[in-house]
Every structure is written in C-alpha cells, then in structure tokens.
C-alpha cells in the first residue's frame, strides 16, 4: 500500500477574535490531524518536520512512523517532495 504523506506549514485564526495560532496539518491516504502550538511560523521545511516528530499525538507519529517502517519513499513538505536520503537522518536523531 502506498500513501504520500504531506506536511504542511499553517497559520490557524481563531474566528470570531481573529486570534492566530500556528503550527502544521499533516495529512496521508488514511488520515488527516492538525497541531496548532507554536506561537511563530516554521518556515524552514525540514525544521517543520523535525518540530513534527517531537508530537505526542499518536496519529500523527502513526503516520510519521509509516514513512520508516512501510515506505522509505520521502514526502512532501510545504508543497516539496522530499527523497528520503534528504529526510531519514531527522527520523534516526
């Protein structure tokens, strides 16, 4: 089974107060989750799923996870695929 895993950088506004919040959704074939707790955007990509593998939601490792155990194929950060060369270092630290 192949699933494309996708992050995406994000800046939540909280209507009506109009108050932000920012962090990532991140999203596959079989779900789809959110994290909004940084208080600044991460605009580097790899430092955005470096960010995302410290969660402690177990969807979003359970997807993060099935990049190493089931695929090796990379990802798409912020609209860029990724090879896994460029990404697995981040998985191993």
Known sequence: ???TVCLQATEFVNKPQGTKTFGYRIYDDCDQMYDNNLEIMIDDDLELLQYALTSDNSRILDMLSFLVEE??????????????????QLFEE
């Open 1 to 3: 089974m192949s699933s």
């Open 71 to 88: 695929t090796q194929c990379g990802m798409e950060i912020n609209g860029q695929w990724y090879e896994w060369d460029k990404i697995k």
